[in-house]
């Protein structure tokens, strides 16, 4: 029950308010995990629901001063987008504020609400590097980090942009790393972000059971109609 987990009240509330009495797998190993601050490498499809699993314990930790500021990297703008929604719902009430920072969107914007010094962050590698190199993000700051969707982001070609972001970090850190698969490549990458991690794995079949999968054959000239 989320009601067993030492949560602030608030929390618990805007977790109850959006309909939630029994944790997922993975929300049910990793919360009490990250509330102590532990390193963590989660193993996990989508749909799943690691988001909150990571977000409900980070807003936990910010309201109680055991971190002071949050950096979430996912590998697209609609993850990020998704990320900052659900973060919206969790955080209702605390007075924490947040920011997305993604591509397609006013970096203008984005830099003014980075100087408020939100506690949270949300944004997409390229446009994170873009706003460090432009002296608006300061990465040292971040306590708290969470590397979302590592495969994708490796299959999308941003090795480079995590490696320079990670390069950036402070030493001393509470980093969550979450792949769906863990290849060698991926794992030379982990073993320079976590530290003393637990490994948690969810992962028993190759789509998470509350996601449908559906084939609909359509001509080319259809695709668009159809969809």
Not at 42 to 61: E, H, Q, S, V
Not at 116 to 128: C, E, H, I, K, Y
């Amino acid at each position: 029950m989320f009601a067993d987990f030492a949560l602030e009240v608030q929390v618990k509330k805007n977790i109850s308010k959006r309909g939630y009495t029994m944790p997922t797998p993975i929300q049910d190993e990793a919360i009490p995990y990250l509330l102590e601050g532990k390193d963590l490498i989660g193993t996990a499809n989508t749909g799943t629901g690691k988001t909150a699993a990571f977000l409900i314990p980070l807003i936990n930790n910010v309201l109680t001063k055991k971190t002071s500021r949050v950096l979430i990297i996912t590998p697209t703008r609609e993850l990020a987008a998704q990320i900052q929604a659900e973060l919206d719902l969790f955080k209702e009430g605390t007075g924490i504020q947040s920011v997305l920072c993604i591509g397609g969107m006013s970096i203008h914007y984005q830099a003014n609400m980075l100087r408020r010094n939100p506690a949270f962050v949300v944004g997409t590698p390229g446009r994170l590097k873009d706003l460090e190199q432009n002296r608006i993000l300061n990465l040292a700051n971040y306590t708290s980090i969470v590397l979302d969707e590592v495969d994708t982001m490796f299959d999308m070609g941003f090795i480079n942009d995590m490696k320079y972001i990670i390069a950036k970090l402070p030493t001393k850190r509470h980093s969550l790393f979450f792949s769906a698969t863990i290849s060698r490549e991926i794992k030379s990458v982990m073993d320079t972000f976590v530290t003393d991690p637990i490994s948690i794995n969810v992962k028993t079949r190759q789509t998470a059971e509350n996601v449908n999968q559906d084939v609909v054959r359509a001509y080319p000239q259809d695709k668009i109609e159809v969809l």
